[in-house]
């Protein structure tokens, strides 16, 4: 196998020269560096990471703790999680943490242990002993899609990434309010994730906006999954005054809303309009199709690396939260004819700095 040296001698440069090219150590001059590249081809020379991690303490590897891979939501995330990082030479190591608050802090102990540069986390919807532990051992981490708890005037505790929730779910509810729904339910997540706070606050922001009543038997739960989702949305319909439209808070709930409602006999948008948050591949291909809030989940996964990599190269930076804008995909769902959304473009929501613009809590007040 060819070494360092020999790489070295191949360019015409010196050994620390080639170790500053491959480790990203030191500036080195174009064409030096292009000279030291051409000659790792040429001589099919792969850098000893081990060694390279003992002299850089660095292991160019990112660990990834995200529940519910199999989620199209979070696949897509991991996908841009997966290539954002390989294009800056990092490795990546993936876990589950089940949106367990115990196995969520073991897992990331795990990652840790394996000497990863930095994490990018999905928490749970308690992660006290999760956060605890990246403060005590000083962990670089990015959290993404949830967010952790901000002090009013003060700056989150770690760089954090996610799509925007509130404004998006109030759209969906004004919009099936302007077709003349006046009982509106909403089955929202987990409790405890801001996603699922959020989307409640936008819920009621939207059926204010609507002069639309707020019925607390219209807000259930499905827990983010579709089995919990099917039972929820079979309560509702089975309610003496029951609601004309559904919003669902995620594409699983909006699977188990479909199940609960076509075991009933009910159809879609005839019986019962229904708009979802999350857009994902099938959506289109369903009759109705769907109408829904496409988040932009691969660049969640990008951003999410470009935060942690610019938190690795200075430490000391002011923490931020990132928003994405996400987007209003109009189909037929919600009752609307197949010649008006066809004319129509995908409506894209506006970006904001600030999260909670909508209230921190469930019952907070709308701003």
């Known amino acids: 196998m060819a070494t360092m040296a020999d790489v070295a001698r191949s360019a015409g440069v010196s050994v620390a020269t080639v170790s500053h090219v491959l480790n990203g150590t030191r500036p080195v001059l ?165 996603t699922t706070r959020e989307r409640i606050a936008g819920y009621r922001h939207g059926l204010a906006v609507s002069g639309l009543p707020d019925d607390e038997r219209l807000l259930v739960h499905g827990n983010s999954e579709s089995a919990d989702a099917e039972r929820a949305t079979t309560a509702l319909v089975s309610l003496a005054a029951p609601p004309t439209a559904l919003v669902a808070a995620n594409n699983a709930m909006t699977i188990g809303a479909l199940r609960a409602l076509r075991d009933r006999g009910l159809s879609v948008p005839e019986d019962m309009a229904l708009c979802c948050f999350d857009d994902f591949a099938w959506a289109d291909l369903f009759s109705p199709r769907l109408t829904a809030v496409a988040q932009p989940s691969r660049e969640i996964g990008t951003q999410a690396v470009r935060v942690l990599l610019e938190r690795l190269a200075s430490p000391d930076r002011p923490t931020r939260t990132l928003r994405l804008p996400c987007t209003f995909v109009h189909r037929t769902s919600c009752g609307c004819p197949e010649e008006t959304v066809r004319s129509e473009q995908p409506e894209k929501f506006e970006k904001h700095d600030k999260p909670e613009r909508f209230g921190k809590s469930e019952k907070g007040t709308l701003s």
């Open 30 to 194: 174009p064409h030096t560096r292009q000279a030291v590249l051409d000659a790792v081809d040429r001589l099919g020379y792969t850098p000893n990471t081990l060694a390279r991690s003992l002299v850089t303490s660095r292991t160019r590897s990112i660990g990834l703790a995200v529940s519910a891979i199999s989620n199209p939501y979070f696949t897509e995330i991991l996908q841009g999680v997966e290539a954002s990082a390989l294009e800056h030479g990092y490795s990546l190591i993936i876990a589950d943490p089940h949106d367990d608050p115990e196995h969520e802090r073991k897992v990331v102990q795990l990652l840790h242990e394996r000497r990863v540069d930095g994490l990018i986390v999905a928490p749970s919807a308690n992660p006290r002993e999760l956060v605890a532990y990246l403060g005590r051992h000083g962990v670089p981490a990015v959290f993404l899609d949830r967010l952790l708890d901000t002090p009013a005037e003060g700056t989150p505790a770690y760089d954090q990434v996610c799509a925007e929730s509130a404004e998006p779910t109030a759209r969906l509810v004004t919009h099936l309010a302007e077709l003349g729904h006046r009982r509106i339910a909403l089955v929202a997540g987990r409790p405890g994730l801001s």
